[in-house]
């Protein structure tokens, strides 16, 4: 059994995280400072140091579980032997959206607070997280192309990234339920990426 001191200390390592997340994502990432996150933590900016070392343990506590049971999804996804590859990237990018949605709050905190590039192999663990789950977006839209020239791949995967996003920066401040949500727009979904694979074919010819 815990002790009361033991107790207080993970409530207030709590408390510190739930601060960091609310304010990183009202303000951004780069705008919030320690002090801040102490202050409405309750806690002086001296106590967080007793739990997270900097600002950036505090990114790492907050977005790797989450990351990391999305990228262990998609690579489920993709070493399905019963989807095709256009059916392996349909389901990949709705999980990616469904997931981004789903935590439309801290979404962009997950994926571009502290970002490096996608063409060189990142230090920070938060991006090796970010870059494993690109490559992977990658590797089946190499398998849907059939690309063999790596900056074209790169490029292409870029782009496909883009739309994804494109979608998250349209609906993330939408109120509607997202169930809800996902199953009305489904099919426009999955259209956009019939169109991009078809865009992106009659490019290769």
């Given amino acids: 059994m815990k002790s009361k001191q033991e107790q207080r200390s993970e409530e207030t390592k709590m408390l510190i995280l739930q601060s960091a997340a609310n304010l990183f994502a009202k303000k951004g990432y780069d705008a919030v400072t320690i002090r801040e996150i102490a202050k409405d933590a309750g806690c002086s ?3 967080i140091y007793l739990y997270f070392k900097d600002k950036e343990t505090l990114l790492h506590q907050l977005s790797l579980p989450p990351l990391h049971q999305l990228q262990q999804k998609l690579k ?4 399905l032997d019963s989807l095709t590859s256009e059916s392996k990237l349909k389901e990949i990018s709705l999980e990616y959206i469904s997931f981004c949605l789903k935590h439309r709050n801290m979404y962009d905190i997950f994926f571009n607070a502290k970002s490096s ?3 060189k192999k990142p230090e920070l663990e938060v991006n090796q997280l970010r870059f494993e789950i690109f490559e992977l977006l990658k590797s089946i839209i190499e398998e849907n192309l059939f690309i063999s020239n790596d900056e074209q791949l790169l490029a292409f995967s870029r782009i496909y990234y ?4 494109g979608v998250l920066s349209t609906y993330s401040y939408q109120h509607e339920p997202h169930d809800v949500l ?3 727009l489904k099919p426009t979904f999955n259209l956009a990426i019939e ?3 078809l865009g992106f074919q009659e490019k290769l010819k």
């Fill in 162 to 165: 883009y739309q994804l996003n």
């Fill in 195 to 197: 169109v991009l694979l």
């Fill in 45 to 47: 900016h001296t106590a």
């Fill in 117 to 119: 590039r996608v063409d």
């Fill in 182 to 184: 996902m199953e009305r």
């Fill in 76 to 79: 489920a996804i993709s070493t």
